[in-house]
C-alpha cells in the first residue's frame, strides 16, 4: 500500500487563481455573447520588448551550431546573468550582492514554494493577511500549517492588514520564526517604507527569524521612500532571503525566469542550536532538484538589462501604471475606497458587499473579472482586487461600464 502525503489533503480544494477561472469559464458558456474583461490574474498583456525578442533569437541560433551549443547549465544560472543582476539591481543601489549569492530559477512562484524544503517543519510562520496563497498553500503541504478551521490554520500567525492599519502589518506578538513579507505588496498594492521595513529586520535579527521578502514588484515603484530590496535596510543579510521575478518586469509570465538571493551569513539553526548556512543548503537543493533556467531565457533575461532592454521594459511598466492610475481614479470617483496602484499593477478596492458576491455581481453586470479580497485570506473580506496588466483599451471599457454601473 502507498500512503499519500496528507498535508495535501488539508490545502483547500483548488489553488483560488484556478476556482476564478473555472468561475470565468462556467459564466462564458452560460453567457457566450459576454465580452468579458480580465483582471483577475495578474497575467501582462505587452509583447516582449524588441531587446529580449533579439536576445532570444541569437540565443536559439546559437544553440544550432556546434561552439553554440549548450546542454546543462550551472543549476544557479549562467554567470552572465548573475553579474548583470548583481551590476544593476544590487551594485547600482549601493548593496553589497555577490553572483554566488544569486541563484536563477524558472519563477519567484517555485522559489517561494520550494524554499520549504530547506526550512524545518517546526518553524511557525507568520503572514500578512490577506497574502499571496503561495506562501500559505506550500506551507500547509509542508506540513507546517496546523488544522483549518474553516477560515485559518491553527499554526500559522495571520497579520492583518487593512484600511484600519494603514495596510501595515503590526509585529507579532508571539514569536515566530520565518516571516513572509511581500512589498509592494500582492494584493494589497501598498507599500513599506525604510523605516516600516526596518522594524521587521530588527525584529528578525533579535529573535533569530528569517524574513522571506517577495520583491516580485519592485520595478513599479515610483516613490523615493519605498526599498526596492530588502537588503537596502542594515542587517538584512543576516536575515533575509529575497525572490525576485521578471514576470511583472518584463513580460516574462510564460517565458519564466526569476532568481532569489540567498546571503551567505544567513543561518538557520538546528533543534541542538548549530547555526547551517543557508546559501549551501540551497545550492545543494537546487543542484539536486533543479536543472537550471533554460540557456535562451536566461539571454533573454540578461537583454533587460541592456541599455535599450531597460528603456523598453520601464516604457510597458509606465503603460501599466497608467492603467493602475486610471482605475484608482474611477473607483475613487464613484465612492469606492481604492488602495495601492501607484508603486503596484495592483488595486485593491474596498467593497460595500462580500468579496465573493461582489465578484459575481460585477462578472454578471459589467462582465469585468476581477479577484475576490477573502481570496487571498480572512482579512480580505469585503476587498476586491483588480490588475493594470490588461491593455489601455481593456481598462478603458472596464472604468466605463464600472462608472455606469448601479451597485
Ligand atoms: C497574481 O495574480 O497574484 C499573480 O499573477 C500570481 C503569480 O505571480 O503567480
Known amino acids: 500500500m502507498a500512503f499519500v502525503n496528507t498535508n495535501f489533503t488539508k490545502v483547500s480544494e483548488s489553488y483560488l487563481f484556478v476556482e476564478v ?4 469559464k462556467a459564466y462564458q458558456e452560460a453567457h457566450p455573447e ?35 551549443f549548450r546542454g546543462y547549465g550551472p543549476e544557479q544560472g549562467y554567470a552572465f546573468l548573475r553579474e548583470a543582476i548583481c551590476n544593476y539591481d544590487f551594485k547600482q543601489r549601493g548593496i553589497d550582492i555577490q553572483p554566488d549569492e544569486i541563484f536563477v530559477s524558472d519563477g519567484a512562484k517555485s522559489d517561494c514554494g520550494n524554499i520549504g524544503d530547506i526550512l524545518g517543519q517546526q518553524n511557525v510562520i507568520a503572514v500578512t493577511d490577506p497574502v499571496y496563497p ?18 485559518r490554520y491553527s499554526r500559522i500567525c495571520y497579520m492583518p492588514c487593512t484600511q484600519e492599519n494603514g495596510f501595515v502589518p503590526t509585529l507579532p506578538s508571539q514569536h515566530v520564526d520565518v516571516i513572509y513579507l ?11 517604507t525604510k523605516s516600516q521595513l526596518k522594524v521587521w529586520v530588527d525584529y528578525a535579527l533579535r529573535e533569530k527569524s528569517i524574513i522571506l521578502f517577495d520583491a516580485a514588484y519592485e ?14 535596510i542594515e542587517g538584512a543579510r ?3 532571503i529575497e525572490f525576485r521575478s521578471f514576470s511583472k518586469t518584463a513580460g516574462f509570465t510564460g517565458l519564466r525566469c526569476g532568481f532569489t538571493v540567498v546571503p551567505k551569513e544567513l543561518v538557520a539553526y538546528t533543534e541542538e542550536g548549530k547555526a ?4 549551501r543548503l540551497w545550492n545543494r537543493r537546487q543542484s539536486t532538484k533543479f536543472n537550471g533556467t533554460p540557456y535562451i531565457v536566461q539571454r533573454a533575461a540578461e537583454a533587460v538589462y541592456s541599455p535599450e532592454g531597460r528603456a523598453q521594459i520601464m516604457a510597458n511598466i509606465a503603460y501599466y501604471r497608467e492603467n493602475a492610475r486610471l482605475m484608482k481614479q474611477t473607483f475613487e470617483s464613484i465612492g469606492i475606497p481604492a488602495f495601492g496602484g501607484v508603486n503596484s499593477p495592483y488595486v485593491w ?4 458587499l462580500d468579496s465573493w458576491q461582489f465578484f459575481d455581481r460585477l462578472l454578471d453586470e459589467c462582465h469585468v473579472v476581477g479577484t475576490p479580497g477573502v481570496g487571498f485570506g480572512p482579512s480580505g473580506q469585503g476587498y476586491f482586487r483588480l490588475t493594470a496588466f490588461a491593455t489601455h483599451e481593456a481598462t478603458r471599457e472596464a472604468m466605463e461600464r464600472i462608472k455606469k454601473w448601479k451597485l
Do not use: W
Open 21 to 24: 477561472a473555472r468561475r470565468i
Open 34 to 68: 459576454a465580452k468579458i474583461i480580465r483582471m483577475g490574474i495578474g497575467d501582462v498583456t505587452r509583447p516582449i520588448v524588441p531587446a529580449v525578442i533579439e536576445a532570444l533569437h541569437k540565443a536559439v541560433d546559437e544553440m544550432g551550431t556546434a561552439d553554440g
Open 134 to 151: 503561495v506562501y500559505v498553500d506550500t506551507n500547509v503541504m509542508g506540513g507546517r500549517a496546523g488544522d483549518f478551521d474553516g477560515i
Open 182 to 192: 511581500c512589498f509592494p505588496n500582492n494584493p494589497t498594492g501598498t507599500t513599506l
Open 219 to 232: 520595478a513599479f515603484i515610483t516613490e523615493d521612500d519605498v526599498p526596492h530590496s530588502i537588503y537596502e
Open 238 to 240: 543576516q536575515c533575509a
Open 276 to 279: 547551517v548556512a543557508l546559501n
Open 349 to 352: 478596492i474596498r467593497t460595500p
